[in-house]
């Protein structure tokens, strides 16, 4: 409190959508009055200067080269908001932390590659590197987990991260279109990126988690531990099967420990339609964090988006002006070592596995005895009249099991002469 | 991060089911990493030292008085669990303020009648006073309207904030018994006070909405400016109408801005079954936050219990550590103003309205008259079919209307002589 008025300089590297937000909020609200201080653009730096914008950087120094702007006296705080996990984004930002220089960012992608470097530099130099608004746009959980869950252990994290597949997902199921078409569109509308691999391959999700899973458990971001399913195999054919047994196909980040290795992983996953996280719809992001002493506490907020992206963005501006500075990522940098993931083989998990066959008899029985032979359970099984290309799918749904045991009685079943495509299987979530 | 390790010694007063949460706590986790701190109890004060608890209190120096604890130079920090809105834990909190010492408290009943006041005294001292614990236990609320959206203009926030009043409504509708009977077996197993009125009443639901209220706002607490109805006059029968309407009674806290004013409630209301605050059963809390960058944000987890309130005491004492104080309700105390109330008369809502009828011809047509002589429409109609007391409820939803016209029609219908019980009215949600 007092700090009073401190004008904080923001230098702005990246003026897409979320910059442009960010621009307009400060115009609009410079004052941070519960921090004592207000924040002002001064500089900024984008690939083109003259793309056309929604807002004017007439009044800002203009920059080409993001480190220099990172470097320049002219500014006291770093946002970056470039992306991606090399090149000018990483640059820029070990250019403003190697002198000090407080860096806010919405990079998933550099931290979940690079984090505990940087962290490592921001500890050396004394400067900040906040990230609210890298996972879940504006609604606050690196806080949440960071400041106001400080007094727990926190056991698992687990939701939905990515709004893009989300969208596809709920689009497919509402519209019975493949996932084709409905991409194709939300390309269209720019819900999704011209090159959409990062969102659909699942990889913008695995770079959440492997953020929020070094958040919970006090360690390094491992992103190359992370296992990554994305959403592009998912067949409207299994959005309809799953919702005939009760449950919505989402793409489920998780991380939770196991002993002192963690499983962090990103995959599409079936969720009873009751639950939270299968209400969740649209682009909506959701998460749900469960600890020793708090139990489970569910979170759940528009993941992107200009508004809310620049809200966070405006949170850590105001974490810095009041001081409120923690270690990166809940440890020193020191004492940081990468979360170390657990033998996916032992991973235990239902699923669903669906499965084309000839219409001939003898199939099921073949296929239940694959299953048993593995040492499997069934929970539901399903069979569908036969389809236009002469196949009838059969859909079964297991009972927990090692990922091992699953992948040898699906072995089994691929073997059969009677099943005539790959099976498909997907994990049932355990939230 | 420079504060290398300082231990920070607490005196706490009230040592109940969350004070015995927070000895344990401290005990098996004295060290705050991330906050490079640590955490000891030095001194504690309650009612009645004999009194049998899970903990020992052998190790602390024993204070008769909360205020002789308050002012002894053995603790840095003052928490106090005691409750009430008066009396010792008022005087305590004033005492411990008044030289300069921290306060964390989880008492929403002082905090909502004499914040203000409060935050005034903090500010004159330089103490902070943090209340984390007062809402939503370990679910981090408070920290989420003070620091992480404080880049947003928030304009409303509406949920379930008190646990006994929401598994009362659960397990009347669970189990088809009356309010008389759940409250009972509450009581018995503890889940509910041996005075329920502060739970029942709506009161503590009151005070912890006058808290949200004033930071979603940054205005000075006014509990004497909140609508509080409690759930004691919703009968099973209203309960299982609803639910053939489509509904589930919550008991909904809510804040808006209207204009310069504020319309801040508690009342019973009805939630359409998928939404989200009709899924959170039991004794959870669950939380909406809107703001106009933000969109909405939901948040749940438990409401109270020991773990999750002594976390949050937890989170609380590392935000001491960091230093990282903010104005108590988001401005300095100076220019706090109380929220205004808006006319109470002037809110519009949709409503349900049940009555008992004498089970003759022309009730339907007289009923219906007397709704469009006060100008209100029908959305919904149910008749159902004859009590053993010969009596015949009918239930009916309106659009939205004012309180002014809901009233003028429920007098029409009150009068009429077939309606042989005051009509019962319950708002629709509008959440």
Redesign the interface.
């Known amino acids: 409190?007092e700090s009073s008025r401190r004008t904080v300089r923001i230098g702005l590297a990246g003026v897409g959508v979320v910059g442009q937000g960010l621009v307009r909020?400060l115009e609009a609200?410079p004052d941070?009055?519960?921090?004592?201080g207000r924040a002002v653009i001064t500089g900024v730096s984008a690939k083109d200067r003259s793309r056309p914008r929604q807002v004017s950087l007439d009044g800002f120094a203009w920059f080409d080269d993001p480190v220099a702007l990172a470097l320049s006296d002219d500014n006291d705080v770093f946002v970056e908001l470039i992306g991606g996990s090399e090149g000018p984004a990483r640059l820029a930002v070990e250019a403003a932390l190697g002198r000090g220089k407080s860096v806010i960012t919405a990079n998933k992608a550099l931290l979940a590659n690079h984090g505990a470097e940087l962290a490592a530099l921001a500890?050396r130099t004394g400067a900040a590197l906040l990230f609210?608004a890298a996972v879940m746009?504006?609604?606050?959980a690196v806080?949440?987990l960071?400041?106001?869950?400080?007094?727990?252990a926190v056991t698992r994290v687990a939701g939905i991260l990515n709004g893009t597949c989300n969208f596809i997902l709920s689009d497919m199921e509402t519209t019975e279109r493949s996932f084709a078409d409905v991409l194709a569109d939300a390309q269209a509308e720019g819900f999704a990126e011209a090159d959409p691999t990062t969102d659909i391959g699942g990889f913008d999700a695995g770079h959440k988690i492997a953020l929020l899973g070094a958040l919970a458990f006090?360690a390094a971001p491992n992103f190359a531990g992370v296992e990554v399913v994305g959403i592009d195999q998912i067949e409207l054919l299994d959005i309809r099967l799953a919702r005939d047994l009760g449950f919505r196909i989402k793409l489920i980040a998780e991380a939770y420990k196991v002993g002192d290795l963690a499983s962090v992983s990103v995959a599409p996953a079936l969720v009873p339609l009751?639950h939270?996280l299968a209400?969740a719809g649209g682009v909506l992001n959701a998460l749900f964090i469960e600890?020793?002493?708090?139990?489970?506490?569910?979170?759940?907020?528009?993941g992107a988006?200009a508004?809310?992206t620049?809200?966070?963005?405006?949170?850590d501006?105001?974490?810095l002006m009041?001081?409120?500075?923690?270690?990166v990522f809940?440890?020193?940098a020191r004492d940081l070592t990468p979360l170390q993931p657990a033998d996916p083989a032992l991973r235990r998990t239902a699923v669903y596995i669906r499965l084309m066959v000839a219409d001939r008899p003898g199939v099921i029985a073949a296929v239940t005895d694959a299953l048993a032979r593995a040492g499997l359970s069934i929970d539901s099984f399903l069979q569908r009249s036969v389809q236009n290309t002469g196949l009838v799918p059969i859909v079964l749904t297991t009972q927990v099991a090692s990922e091992d045991a699953i992948r040898e009685a699906v072995g089994h079943i691929a073997a059969l002469d009677a099943v005539v495509e790959p099976p498909r299987t997907i994990r049932i979530a355990n939230i």
Do not use: Y
Not at 310 to 315: L, S
């Open positions: 409190m909020f609200q941070f009055a519960p921090a004592g500890e609210e746009g504006g609604t606050p806080k949440m960071r400041e106001g869950l400080v007094g727990d006090g009751a939270p209400q600890g020793q002493r708090i139990g489970r506490i569910f979170l759940q907020g528009p988006g508004g809310p620049a809200a966070a963005v405006a949170a501006i105001a974490d009041t001081g409120a500075v923690r270690p809940q440890r020193p």
